[in-house]
């Protein structure tokens, strides 16, 4: 190898070091509520959409009727528990109170989309349930309501 290439090599290997380096310092605070503010915002989205007012609209025991025909679950079940969840779940998480329990919830609606829902949807699922997993095992971070009030953080 030439002087001129291992030089070369050696810059490249200090530049990828200095990347990782800063990489490293990214605060797990900052992770933590990214992910519990985006998904939580797509969950919420979501519910929305599923209301008129205070109820459960129409349109939404519909869709669960013809589109999501969930098994076992009857779909004017299936549209409340939805509803209540999608807004719930995402309140709790943007505050960062309950969070494992509301990631794990949220967790297990994804894996009912993806699996029974919508299977081709996968690479959204898998960002969501990322997330997800990621606060379920390192927890909200210090920004939250948990770690302020001492709760399984």
């Known amino acids: 190898m030439t002087a001129l290439a291992r030089t070369s ?6 530049l990828a070091e200095s990347l990782v380096a800063t990489a ?3 605060p797990y ?21 599923k209301v008129e007012g ?3 609209s129409e349109n939404a025991i519909e869709l669960f009727k013809e589109e999501y025909r969930l098994p076992f679950v ?3 079940i299936a549209a409340h ?5 999608e807004h719930a779940f995402p309140i709790l998480l943007v505050l960062g109170f309950a969070t494992r329990l509301s990631a794990l919830a949220l967790l297990g609606m994804t894996l009912v989309i993806q699996f029974l829902v919508y299977p081709g949807a996968w690479p959204t699922h898998g ?3 990322t997330c997800f997993l990621v606060l379920i095992a390192r927890g909200p971070g210090r920004i ?3 770690n302020w009030l001492h709760v399984l953080k």
Request: negative net charge.
């Open 144 to 146: 939250s309501l948990d």
């Open 9 to 14: 090599t050696q810059v490249a290997h200090s």
């Open 74 to 76: 009857d779909p004017v």
């Open 127 to 129: 960002v969501w349930a």
């Open 81 to 85: 528990a939805a509803t209540f969840a």
């Open 29 to 49: 605070d900052l992770i933590a509520l990214c992910a519990r503010i985006f998904p939580a915002a797509v969950f919420w989205a979501s519910g929305q959409t």
């Open 24 to 26: 490293e310092r990214i």
């Open 54 to 56: 205070w109820r459960v």
